[in-house]
């Protein structure tokens, strides 16, 4: 069946270093894959896109990676800043035969000051 | 500026007790979408207009309604709500379904709580 999987486990990092975090997939193949940030009891904020044949975006402070051998997505957020700490969601949209689109459970982070 | 607005942000509803939640958006998209969320959990869809199209998703309970009067305005309707049904209610646009390079422009959400 097809999974998305994020870490479900809270990241915890420092001030001013690098955030990465994981979006993995499985019998899935998705045309594009989205991430967005959620805070509580808020609705998700739309933040980037990478298209299957793309290998890295960035905006700003935020750079997104796309592995379709691997089957992951890496999202880094350089130089984090406590306001960064929040749930970050990725969604896989699949375009082949049936329109499929597929959230992760989303992994929080919380940047220290 | 343009967004998604939903109302009530709370509703509290007896068990079996109709409820309605609604949604409104102002950037003219063509789709709108209703989520289910739990706590911790990833939004689950439940259907999506598009344009006046209705799609259910093949798990969705037959208690859960849906109505597109017009582009702006959607409405989720709980027909006899149960406890499972307690969860935050995500009301989502897009110009396109899948929402391309834009994503899914997202409301407040309602919080049901059933009693």
């Known amino acids: 069946s097809q999974k998305i999987e994020q870490n479900s486990e809270a990241l915890n990092i420092q001030e001013g270093k690098t955030a990465t975090l994981t979006c993995n997939y499985t019998?899935?193949?998705?045309?594009?894959l989205q991430w967005y940030r959620q805070d509580p009891g808020r609705g998700p904020v739309f933040l980037l896109l990478?298209?299957?044949?793309?290998k890295e975006k960035r905006k700003e402070r935020l750079k997104v990676t796309f592995d379709t051998t691997l089957k992951q997505s890496l999202f880094h957020i350089t130089a984090s800043q406590p306001a960064d700490s929040a749930t970050y969601l990725c969604?896989?949209?699949?375009?082949?035969?049936?329109?499929?689109?597929?959230f992760g459970t989303g992994t929080r982070l919380k940047v220290l000051a | 500026d343009a967004m998604v607005i939903q109302n009530p942000r709370y509703q509290v509803t007896q068990f079996g007790k109709p409820v309605t939640l609604s949604c409104s958006q102002t950037?003219?998209?063509?789709?709108m979408y209703w989520y289910q969320q739990k706590s911790s959990q990833a939004p689950k869809l439940l259907f999506h207009?598009?344009?006046?199209?209705?799609?259910n998703e093949a798990d969705t309970p037959d208690n859960f309604q849906s109505r597109r009067p017009n582009t702006s305005f959607c409405f989720l309707d709980i027909r006899s709500p149960g406890l499972g049904d307690a969860a935050m209610y995500l009301c989502?646009?897009?110009?396109?379904?899948?929402?391309?390079?834009?994503?899914?422009?997202f409301g407040s959400g309602t919080r049901l709580t059933v009693v």
């Open positions: 019998n899935y193949s998705p045309a594009y």
């Open positions: 950037l003219n998209h063509n789709v």
């Open positions: 990478i298209r299957e044949n793309e």
């Open positions: 969604a896989l949209v699949s375009t082949s035969g049936t329109y499929k689109y597929i």
């Open positions: 207009y598009y344009d006046k199209d209705f799609n």
């Open positions: 989502a646009t897009s110009r396109v379904p899948g929402g391309a390079n834009y994503g899914y422009t």
